[in-house]
């Protein structure tokens, strides 16, 4: 299972779109089970401009495996907080969420954001966050322009 950050949606959602990023996307769409939570659905359609817009990307998001925010989770989010912050790791608290989502299903989280290769490098997570990065395309990108 994978579950696709915002960070990834947005490149590959945009009209000029990320081509590397779009296409790696469409793979996981296509051959993946891809899942989605509430934050990231949040952070997706607020962006959103008209209805029509915010309409067809919900009807779209609404077919991806979707993680409740169980009690259990917002549990092992706060631990993994609490852990990252005593280690030395301070990063945005919908970032955890995200992250600590992701370890419970299971799931790979692509991403381009750079604090969860921070999460996934914490050697004191067991299990640990996987993640598959794909900074390394938007900084190929900015530094074209």
Request: hydrophobic share 45%.
């Amino acid at each position: 299972m994978f579950l696709i950050d915002t960070s990834v949606w947005i490149f590959a959602l945009k009209k000029q779109y990320h081509p590397t990023i779009k296409e790696r996307v469409e793979v996981v769409l296509t051959e993946g089970d891809v899942a989605i939570n509430g934050i990231i659905e949040l952070e997706l359609l607020m962006g959103t401009k008209t209805a029509k817009e915010y309409t067809r990307l919900k009807s779209r998001l609404d077919g991806l495996h979707y993680i409740e925010s169980s009690r259990s989770l917002w549990d092992n989010a706060s631990r993994l907080a609490f852990e990252l912050r005593n280690g030395g790791i301070n990063v945005p608290q919908t970032d955890i969420l995200i992250a600590a989502a992701a370890i419970d299903e299971g799931a790979v989280l692509i991403h381009a954001d750079s604090h969860f290769d921070l999460i996934a490098g914490y050697e004191g997570l067991k299990p640990g966050l996987k993640v598959e990065s794909l900074i390394s395309y938007v900084n190929k990108l900015s530094h074209k322009r």
